[in-house]
């Protein structure tokens, strides 16, 4: 964690003394000893080291007794710090193993603001950085600098300036959200000997309506590091996530409450913008001169994900996963393409369907007419005579891959997976790139064959290209990035 980041964690990861305020059954509040843990990358945990409430049961006169351990669920459990912060604890589970010792475990914390049981854990307000989203913003915080240096050394009759860049923040808007790309800055002024200036890049979401903390989750946070993932080609992490009230309209810069996230997911490492990085990680997305704002971006991604497009649901989920074999990868990748394919051409599909139920209903009703088979082999006949044309895999690949632009088939052909199946015996049609990717597909989804690790995975990277480039494209992203995707090697 870089700890002088301009973006500054409320709390940084540690072990915190509290305050543990726990609901006992008169509809009271008893305060107990113990600590938070907040951890980087994982779900928040503590310790309660007094007598809990409600774990005792009374016995005949003046006896009691309990068992251990004991489970108690709270959907909301908070503890308060000696620094005057709280931390908020969504899905709470606290296992009481002895009567003054208890575990507390929850799916994610809420650190910062007290929590107020008024308003309820509803906000309008989150602050995201993903790693390198500075990439995407295509404007960097400063305009220029003048630096009073001649031959290597200061020229003290000179003087040093920044000019500041104004475009390097910009806001979206539609009727219900704004979404803002910005910088946090942070400057060392007061040492006479040293300066220095300071910029993290973050992105403010606003909501006109409250919403809750899993709405934030699923259509802006998760969906915007996909996005983020999508543009430079590799799976990104989220470094800082908060979420909280602000003080007046949207696109204002004071919070009324502001919760730092803490569960698995976010790395708790806020950084600083440098060219370097930016340059080493070049995005396909512009938000500053792309014809689609990144508002309207994220709205399409939850308008494909509601209506459950196969690219989504498949490659989607590819994006912000775990490094996965290259066997499993290409059949995933082979599937969101297929799937694809029949989701985008099903009215066409369906039509074809009706027709060919009706012409095989005229040709067996006359074939049976006239044949002598015994009513076995016309009920298998009718099984068999498929009710749907056959649309092989190789079929929707060919029809997949000229809706993007051109390069994907040439690049296949050349890969070893394709010249170790050229002669196959079952002989791929004119040595097809997408007929021998079916026959491969079948290979592996059935057991057949086996393929090298390295070849799988060249042929992996280019179908994964494919599926940038058809997901760009059904985002709303320009043929120029699709095109990038595919035959760039930077991206």
């Keep these: ?37 907040l951890r980087a990358d994982m779900p928040p945990r503590g310790q309660i080291y007094e007598e809990f409430p409600d774990v005792w049961e009374k016995g005949e006169g003046k006896t009691k007794s309990a068992g251990f351990p004991q489970e108690k669920i709270y959907p909301v459990l908070v503890c308060s710090l000696i620094n005057g912060r709280a931390v908020t604890l969504l899905e709470a589970r606290v296992s009481v193993f002895a009567p003054d ?12 603001s007290p929590h107020s049981e008024e308003r309820g854990m509803r906000f309008n307000r989150a602050k995201i950085q993903i790693g390198n989203v500075d990439s995407l913003f295509g404007v ?8 009073p240096g001649v031959g290597g050394e200061v020229d003290f009759e000179g ?12 806001w979206w808007e539609d009727g219900d959200a704004s979404f803002g790309m910005a910088y946090d800055s942070s400057v060392t002024a007061a040492d006479p000997y040293h300066f220095r200036m300071r910029f993290s890049p973050v992105v403010i979401v606003d909501l006109r309506e409250e919403a809750s903390f899993d709405e934030l989750l699923e259509r802006w946070l998760k969906p915007l590091q996909k996005v983020v993932s999508l543009a430079l080609g590799k799976r990104r992490e989220v470094t800082y996530f908060a979420v909280g009230t602000r003080r007046s309209e949207m696109r204002s810069k004071g919070w009324d409450s502001q919760y730092q996230v803490y569960g698995s997911g976010i790395k708790q490492e806020p950084f600083d913008s440098n060219q370097r990085d930016v340059m080493r990680n070049p995005s396909v997305m512009n938000w500053k001169t792309d014809s689609r704002s990144p508002l309207g971006v994220l709205r399409h991604w939850s308008k ?12 989607g989920t590819l994006l912000t996963a775990q490094m996965q074999h290259p066997r499993a990868k290409l059949l995933l990748l082979l599937q969101a393409l297929e799937g694809l394919h029949g989701f985008e051409n099903k009215d066409k599909e369906e039509e074809a369907r009706v027709k060919h139920k009706s012409r095989r209903s005229a040709i067996l009703d006359e074939m049976l007419s006239v044949t002598s088979l015994s009513s076995e082999d016309k009920k298998f006949l009718r099984r068999n005579f498929t009710n749907r044309p056959l649309v092989s895999l190789d079929a929707r690949l060919r029809e997949t891959f000229s809706s993007i632009p051109e390069g994907v088939m040439a690049k ?53 290209r494919a599926a940038r480039a058809h997901l760009l494209r059904c985002l709303g992203g320009s043929e120029g990035a699709q095109a990038r995707v595919i035959n760039g090697e930077n991206y």
């Design 1 to 37: 964690m870089d700890e002088s980041a301009a973006l500054k964690l409320v709390l940084p990861p540690d072990i915190y003394r509290c305050t543990w305020k726990i609901p006992d059954s008169k509809g009271g509040v008893q305060e107990l000893g113990g600590d938070i843990h």
């Design 101 to 112: 010792r208890a575990m507390v475990f929850a799916r994610c914390a809420l650190a910062g």
């Design 140 to 147: 960097a915080p400063t305009k220029s600098r003048s630096l």
């Design 159 to 170: 003087k040093w300036g920044v000019e500041p860049e104004p475009e390097s923040s910009h």
């Design 304 to 315: 494909l994900r509601e209506e459950h497009n196969p690219l989504i649901e498949t490659y």
């Design 412 to 464: 296949l052909a050349s890969t070893s997976l394709m010249a170790s199946l050229a002669d196959d015996p079952r002989e791929p049609k004119d040595k097809d790139p997408a007929d021998i990717l079916r026959l491969a597909r079948n290979d592996l989804s059935h057991g057949n064959r086996g393929y090298p690790v390295q070849d799988l995975e060249e042929v992996a990277e280019i179908l994964e």
